[in-house]
């Protein structure tokens, strides 16, 4: 069983930048996969971004490539999404996803991912 569990959100200006957590519980967590997906009120969930076990395999959504980053520091069992820039279409509530892997493949589908957080909500002013 992995726990996961986001930190960071708040109301940021569009333009300004935004620092997300995702801490998970466990010996294993270099084994597992991160995405991070968001949802705004009345809208669907969608996949924002992941990250692969050792960090080389990433995939971002054309909405967010070039502003938002992923990494993470497995010695700490944390993932980070860095958010530049964000929109105020980005408003949301963002919930980070822990998903096993044989192999670095990232994945970014909602299926592939086994241990949800309880999400953390963004809101961009204009």
């Known amino acids: 069983q992995v726990q996961v569990v986001e930190s960071g959100g708040g109301l940021v200006q569009a333009g300004g930048s935004l620092r997300l957590s995702c801490a998970a519980s466990?010996?294993?967590?270099?084994?597992?996969?991160l995405g991070w997906l968001r949802q705004a009120p009345g809208m669907e969930r969608t996949f924002v971004a992941a990250?692969?076990?050792?960090?080389?395999?990433?995939y971002y959504a054309d909405s967010v490539k070039g502003r938002f980053t992923n990494s993470r520091d497995n010695s700490l069992n944390v993932a980070y999404l860095q958010m530049n820039s964000p929109k105020p279409e980005a408003t949301a509530v963002y919930s980070c996803?822990?998903?096993?892997?044989?192999?670095?493949?990232?994945?970014?589908?909602?299926?592939?991912?086994?241990?949800w957080g309880q999400g953390t909500q963004v809101t961009v002013s204009s």
């Open positions: 996803a822990a998903g096993y892997r044989n192999t670095n493949y990232a994945g970014a589908t909602v299926a592939e991912y086994d241990y």
């Open positions: 466990g010996r294993t967590f270099s084994r597992y996969a």
């Open positions: 990250i692969g076990r050792s960090g080389d395999s990433t």
